[in-house]
């Protein structure tokens, strides 16, 4: 019951392409595009930026990127193998196969510290452990590794944020997507973490749905 039509037909639409996705991979979302828009934003003040898409799932954010940011150097990571599969996948379709480092590897953990990122981009798990059980239908067949932060939906904004600072370079921006109800929470994590320079951002519903900040 309530199968996604994304699921059912392998493709969904992101930005200005169709990417391949399956029961593995999130359906990325209308709202996940201004995320794509605040790195493009921030990237025109790099030559050639060094970006890493952190939970790449069908890797429509760092695909996207490489489509308009020709000059930039992306690496995507994700913990699921099915995953990074199929964003290898549509990379390759897409004609980015060899524009992306593609890595399996928990969060940040892969990257020995040492100022190394311009930015680093995630829209990670944020679902809460009381609003998993209130998603609709068509939400619950979607991965639960790709959905679920933890008792309070932040478990991985506080893992990333530990360790964000390690590989950022000086001034480097760190740019999430955020939960509808997260925004306050997440800009505290920020600013224990040492970021600074923080600002938010809506989504098309008014929601405060982009934090990006700089390392410190």
Known sequence: MGIPDQYKTGVAH???????????????RS??????EKVIEEAASYPM?????IGTGSGNIAISLTKYLSQSKI???????????????????????NKITFIAGDLLRPFKKGAFFDIIVSNPPYVS??????????VKHEPVLALYGGKDGLDFYRQILKDASGILKRDGAIIMELGYDQSKNVKDLLKQN?????????????ITRIAKARAG
């Not at 709202?31 to 794509?36: G, K, M, S």
């Not at 452990?129 to 068509?138: C, G, K, V, W």
């Not at 040492?194 to 008014?206: H, I, P, Q, V, W």
């Open 129 to 138: 452990e009381s609003d998993m059980a209130t998603l609709p239908d068509e």
């Open 49 to 53: 930026p060094h970006i890493v898409d």
């Open 194 to 206: 040492g970021f600074s320079s923080l600002e938010f951002f809506k989504d098309y519903n008014g």
């Open 14 to 28: 992101f930005m200005d392409f169709e990417f391949g996705v399956t029961v593995n991979t999130l359906i990325p």
């Open 75 to 97: 690496f995507a990571l994700d913990i699921s193998i099915s995953a990074l599969l199929e964003a290898r996948r549509n990379a390759e379709r897409m004609g980015a196969g």
């Open 31 to 36: 709202e996940t595009e201004i995320l794509v």
